[in-house]
């Protein structure tokens, strides 16, 4: 396998779109791998939710709405789904009576943990065809974009 090499002098734009066409096959193969370990188990939008739970302990249902982009309703029926499997939490808020917090139960938790450790060792194995230096550029590249995209997410918060 070899990468294509980066043009000299390549513009924001040209690399803004590499970047859109790269991270949806990426996100097509995560959810693909995701939905085979779970197979009947667990839909995308469940793991969704249990992996935005579990980065968001204490997340209310209607941050879990606007994170999968549906209605508050349809993220409660998502929810009582996962309640009712044990693998969600929900509670009032100890202050607010009319909110609800979601946090992960262990089974969640666990279920969440298998799931992500399945994908993480098919796209390892996807990986393995790279070379030495391909795999760094990769890794490289990650991390560059990673921080640069971390600190969109600090400005979105202030």
Do not use: W
């Not at 009576?97 to 992500?116: A, I």
């Not at 390892?124 to 995209?149: I, P, Y």
């Amino acid at each position: 396998m070899t990468l294509e090499q980066p043009s000299q002098g390549a513009t924001s734009e040209e690399c803004a779109a590499k970047v859109m066409e790269t991270v949806p096959l990426v996100m097509r193969f995560i959810r693909k791998e995701m939905r085979i370990h779970n197979a009947g188990f667990l839909s995308i939008p469940q793991l969704r939710s249990l992996a935005f739970i579990n980065r968001n302990p204490g997340a209310s249902l209607s941050d879990l709405a606007e994170h999968l982009g549906v209605t508050a309703a349809t993220a409660s029926v998502t929810t009582e789904r996962l309640v009712q499997r044990n693998l969600v939490q929900r509670e009032h808020h100890p202050k607010e009576r009319r909110r609800v917090v979601l946090n992960l139960t262990d089974e969640g938790k666990y279920h969440l943990q298998q799931s992500l450790n399945h994908t993480r060792a098919q796209i390892a194995d996807v990986l393995n065809s790279l070379s030495a230096e391909e795999f760094s550029h990769v890794e490289q590249g990650l991390a560059l974009l990673k921080s640069v995209f971390d600190q969109t997410e600090i400005n979105s918060q202030e």
